[in-house]
């Protein structure tokens, strides 16, 4: 992977800019590295085989997040689900009228934190996905928000997807 250029004091508008880059040079190679292993394992793992995808994805990037002194602000549970080491399964929404079996839209939400704990805001993740087959309908991406508090978020993230519906 090529290094990124993240810089300690990005907004989350930058910091939302150097992921949605990241995703779109990255997210087609990853797949097709994977594609074989992935098909082979949705019919036994269903959404999951999704998470394992983005397993292999997204970590590379958060890693020089990370170093770079940004960070999530929620904290994981023991129950918790998480998926490349940052989208937290109970910070998501999908809706079937957002789209079809064939396309259905899943949306994360991460709140950042820069290295002096103050909240920057908040990147979506947003994953387009079939629940008859493995197949990516769409590119994933990130997208920057200010909104930081949760029902705010939820309230954005409807107002989005339902504009694109």
């Not at 397993?55 to 590379?60: A, H, M, T, Y």
């Not at 689900?81 to 994360?108: D, Q, Y």
């Not at 947003?126 to 493995?134: D, K, M, T």
Request: proline share 5%; aromatic share 10%.
């Amino acid at each position: 992977m090529k290094t990124a250029n993240i810089q300690p004091q990005m907004t989350i508008y930058e910091l939302g800019e150097v992921l949605f880059t990241y995703i779109k040079d990255h997210w087609k190679g990853v797949l097709n590295r994977n594609i074989k292993e992935l098909e082979q394992l949705f019919p036994e793992y269903a959404d999951a085989t999704y998470g394992m995808y983005l397993d292999k994805l997204i970590p590379p990037i958060w890693k020089l997040i990370k170093e770079n002194g940004f960070r999530s602000t929620e904290k994981t549970k023991e129950d918790d689900f998480v998926i490349g080491e940052c989208l937290h399964f109970r910070n998501s929404m999908e809706k079937a009228k957002w789209g079809t079996p064939h396309h259905e839209k899943r949306v994360f939400w991460i709140v950042i934190e820069n290295q002096h704990k103050d909240k920057i805001g908040t990147l979506l993740f947003e994953l387009s996905h079939s629940h008859i087959e493995f197949n990516l309908p769409a590119p994933p991406r990130f997208l920057p928000l200010e909104e930081m508090k949760r029902e705010e978020i939820i309230k954005k993230i409807i107002q989005l997807e339902e504009n694109l519906s």
